[in-house]
């Protein structure tokens, strides 16, 4: 409130707590990613190079996010305690895990990926993401994470590929 120059009475006639805020916040944040998602993967060739191109994209949103934001620990810290909020949190991840099941069925479908448990493929595409996203926050001048990002998610992809990337 400070920051933005606010009461705390007029911050709380738009948002009853930090938490509605950052997922107001959060949910702005996650459609612009899944619009951008979904325009490339129409101007992809293919799910893998569809794929890479999330993961620069997501990288660099990271990145560019400053993950040690008391705010968004906050928010994580109340979550572990308030079921409403866990529920909030644990719904992108879920719908992110059906997207990415999805797409690898259709890289498998196209001939693109090996067959693989799409499921099982898209936990450890979204493990990773979580876990660099983890890092980046823990040591966020350690390494360029959107470079990070978009290297493991290539190295992830060439994987499953049937053909070099």
Request: hydrophobic content about 45%; some cysteine.
């Amino acid at each position: 409130c400070t920051e933005a120059g606010v009461s705390q009475g007029a911050f709380y006639h738009h948002f009853d707590s930090k938490q509605a805020l950052f997922l107001h916040l959060l949910g702005i944040w996650l459609q612009q990613m899944d619009q951008n998602f979904h325009s490339l993967r129409r101007a992809a060739p293919d799910v893998p190079s569809a794929i890479i191109s999330m993961g620069r994209l997501a990288g660099g949103l990271m990145q560019a996010a400053d993950m040690r934001n008391s705010l968004f620990l906050g928010f994580w810290s109340q979550a572990q305690r308030d079921p409403l909020v866990w529920q909030a949190a644990i719904a992108p991840y879920q719908r992110y895990l059906a997207y990415f099941t999805e797409l690898l069925r259709q890289g498998t479908a196209e001939g693109s990926l090996r067959p693989v448990d799409s499921q099982a493929a898209a936990r450890m595409l979204l493990a990773l993401a979580l876990g660099l996203l983890m890092q980046g926050m823990f040591d966020p001048r350690g390494a360029d994470w959107a470079e990070e990002t978009a290297q493991s998610v290539e190295y992830l992809m060439n994987g499953l590929a049937r053909r070099q990337i």
